[in-house]
């Protein structure tokens, strides 16, 4: 009688390995759907083994971090530990064990193959007809970063680094004045030299903040950026930018780069416009991305806006409003409340980095009966303009007129997010630097909109989709080979029993 079973070993059946997947399995879903992808052309490099053993297949170190990625396996010693307990990871792997470092290394080493891979399955999405590209919705979500709070800088932080170890200093030298023996001078001496060689660690800083002409820098990551997380929660991170379609919610493109998204619509937009190949498309954004100049841009690139208005930023002081000041579009001039007409010299100022016109009048400023409820300047009222004034006022009529349509934003973005978050657990990054940031977001992404589509089309229906492309790609290769040759580097074609099709050996 066998101690762990209660059978007898001879009447024990092997179990069919096959059999401890289900039909719907994500591991079966990530095989195939990996299957289909042109992994040279899309840039992924093998990982090299040692002692001259044959390299770690770029395909299958992605299928491991396409399936770890959606079951939170995101380090490369859990996904190492997968690779040897796992029943799911051992059957896609086909029993690979690569080290942790090995799975680290192919991460860092491919971060545009990981954007090629996502765009192309975008693409593919497209064709599909699954993003339609009618309409984008753009929004943003932080993750902190591997850089922490303490060392991430600002001027003002430095100074009062300075200012604190400035006073320490002068508190040792008191007493030094006031110590009457030897005994513990040296001691307080030791303390003002450790002081003095911070504080010319924090100038050192200050002196690479300067240079770099950032506001801020951070030591351990340097492109990592002081966020609000939430809750006006202060961490070091990254402001992940992220465009979703309308139809099925599914990400269409992703970027970082500033800690707000004030300088994101135009180039996520014009890139969503650009890779899903349409001539106008239809954008939904919150105040953040309110910006003239980018508005403008949008527009004229065939892409119409539908961003939150910000208020004016004139001040309710008691005198008129800008509201009150009627402007003329075909004479360029601003009417007062006085009836007067302000013109302007056609001078662009830049003012905080927007450019903007001056419109005046100051003789009539001068004799106005109602200038004490207009201004207080000595030389009389003037406006500010945007150039992009008229881009503002289209976009914010747009909003008003169709207050549903602007309301599909929410609608179109939030699950993603919450999903990849609190179900998936990607509330920081594992890696430092934009691009291997972005590795992961495309990785995190490429695996939202698949488990997706597993609801959109039914497990079957996908994987037939999926069976088709691949049996539709080797019959290509086919014919190819037998007009030009065979491809050694391409290795041999072998038949899975388990996948139905043929793979790369």
Request: with cysteine; hydrophobic share 35%.
């Amino acid at each position: 009688m066998d101690f762990i079973t209660g059978f007898d070993r001879d009447q024990l059946v092997m179990m069919d390995f096959e059999s401890c997947l289900g039909p719907d399995s994500w591991a079966r879903i990530v095989d195939m759907f990996v299957d289909i992808l042109p992994m040279g052309d899309l840039g992924f490099r093998d990982v090299l083994n040692n002692e001259g053993r044959p390299p770690y297949r770029s395909s299958d170190m992605l299928k491991l971090y396409l399936y770890g990625y959606k079951n939170k396996l995101r380090s490369s010693r859990q996904l190492e530990h997968a690779c040897k307990v796992n029943l799911e990871v051992i059957w896609l792997l086909k029993g690979l064990r690569p080290s942790a470092r090995k799975i680290a290394y192919f991460r860092k080493r491919n971060p545009k193959a990981f954007k090629g891979a996502f765009r192309y399955f975008v693409v593919l999405l497209k064709d599909w007809e699954l993003i339609e590209g009618e309409t984008i919705a753009i929004d943003s979500f932080k993750i902190r970063a591997q850089n922490a709070l303490k060392n991430n800088f600002n001027q003002n932080k430095i100074d009062r680094h300075i200012e604190y170890i400035d006073n320490k200093i002068l508190e040792y030298q008191q007493q030094l004045d006031a110590e009457d023996g030897d005994s513990d001078t040296e001691k307080i001496q030791d303390k003002i030299a450790y002081q003095e060689s911070k504080k010319e660690r924090y100038r050192n800083i200050g002196e690479e903040l300067r240079t770099s002409g950032e506001r801020q820098i951070s030591l351990t990551d340097p492109d990592a950026r002081s966020v609000v997380l939430h809750r006006n929660i202060i961490n070091v991170g990254y402001n992940v930018q992220a465009g979703c379609d309308a139809k099925y919610k599914l990400f269409v493109n992703n970027d970082t780069g500033t800690v707000n998204d004030t300088h994101a619509l135009s180039p996520m937009a014009l890139d969503a416009k650009q890779l899903l190949g349409v001539e106008k498309m239809r954008t939904l954004t919150d105040k953040g991305y309110t910006t003239g100049k980018h508005l403008d841009i949008c527009t004229k690139n065939g892409i119409t806006t539908y961003s939150s208005p910000k208020e004016h930023s004139s001040q309710h002081n008691g005198l008129y409003p800008m509201v009150d000041f009627k402007y003329d579009r075909e004479m360029d001039t601003y009417t007062c409340p006085d009836g007067q007409i302000l013109v302007t010299n056609g001078t662009v100022y830049n003012k905080a980095g927007h450019k903007v016109k001056h419109y005046k009048n100051r003789q009539a400023c001068k004799v106005c009966p109602v200038r004490h409820l207009c201004t207080t300047n000595k030389n009389g009222r003037f406006i500010e303009r945007s150039i992009y004034q008229e881009a503002l006022e289209e976009n914010q009529k747009r909003v008003e007129e169709n207050p549903e349509y602007y309301r599909l934003r929410q609608q179109i973005t939030e699950h993603q997010f919450g999903t990849i978050k609190r179900q998936w657990g990607f509330t920081h990054t594992l890696m430092k630097g934009k691009q291997n940031v972005l590795s992961e977001v495309n990785l995190i992404m490429i695996c939202y909109n698949l488990s997706r589509l597993v609801s959109i089309l039914d497990p079957k229906v996908l994987k037939d989709r999926l069976k088709r492309l691949v049996d539709i790609f080797f019959a290509l290769f086919g014919a190819i080979s037998a007009i030009l040759g065979d491809f050694p580097f391409l290795g041999n074609l072998v038949y899975h029993k388990r996948t139905g099709y043929k793979t790369f050996a």
